[in-house]
């Protein structure tokens, strides 16, 4: 399968190739071997407990993340287009995959090898520079998260959970309805609603239907 001109643009929203055209995006992924893989429903992407390392973008479909908790699978987040898989980890030696990835609908992923990424990032500046962003942004938020989640606030909890699983625009569908967002944030469905109409007043969040978008996400 060849990258087609949306998928392109798909990977050009990501903060992998953040400040490259598409041209350059493409020169890329043919020279460092990047390999398309299509995923059918319900199989796995990633699985737990692996210990083989590569970097994956979502460029078409959607999945699903589960953390096995206890025996059970606990469903952390949904990922669609843009995307990206087993970044934090790359190079963590001893590092194994701690959740399972799994395709809701037939999902492609673009994967780069451990080896291929160390020379991607070693031989283009901006790859680097944007890979190390990225981690650092990731740092800054695990630390607000943590403060959330110690947080007994419902307004906290929630905004945190939006902040985990929304896309580049601000946007998460609550696909699986709100009863179930309330037990997964372990408060009660009262609380949630009072949470959303609060946020909603403050204007940091707007409700249509399922979808929940976070306000001014793009604003510096």
């Known amino acids: ?18 400040g490259l055209t598409s041209e350059e995006i493409l020169r890329v992924v043919e020279n460092y071997s990047g390999q398309l893989l299509t995923f059918a429903a319900t199989e796995s992407v990633f699985e737990a407990e692996s210990d083989y ?15 096995p908790i206890e025996g059970t699978q606990v469903l952390m987040s949904e990922l669609t287009e843009g995307s990206i898989l087993g970044a934090a980890g790359m190079f963590y030696d001893g590092a194994k995959t701690v959740t399972t990835v799994t395709a809701i609908k037939q999902t492609v992923v673009l994967f780069f090898s451990e080896e291929e990424l160390k020379r991607m990032l070693h031989e283009d500046e901006r790859l680097m520079t944007n890979y190390l962003a990225y981690l650092t942004q990731r740092i800054h938020f695990l630390t607000d998260r943590i403060g959330s989640i110690a947080s007994t606030n419902t307004e906290n909890k929630l905004i945190s959970y939006l902040m985990t699983n929304s896309d580049n625009e601000g946007r998460v569908v609550i696909n699986r309805g709100l009863s179930a967002l309330a037990s997964s944030l372990s408060i009660s469905r009262a609380s949630l609603y009072r949470a959303i109409a609060a946020l909603t007043e403050q204007g940091r969040i707007e409700r249509e239907g399922k979808t929940i978008y976070i306000l001014g996400v793009n604003e510096k």
């Open 53 to 67: 390392r590569r970097l994956g973008i979502v460029i078409r479909g959607r999945t699903s993340v589960r953390m």
């Open 1 to 18: 399968m060849r990258l087609t001109k949306h998928m392109l643009e798909i990977l050009a929203t990501t903060f992998l190739f953040k």
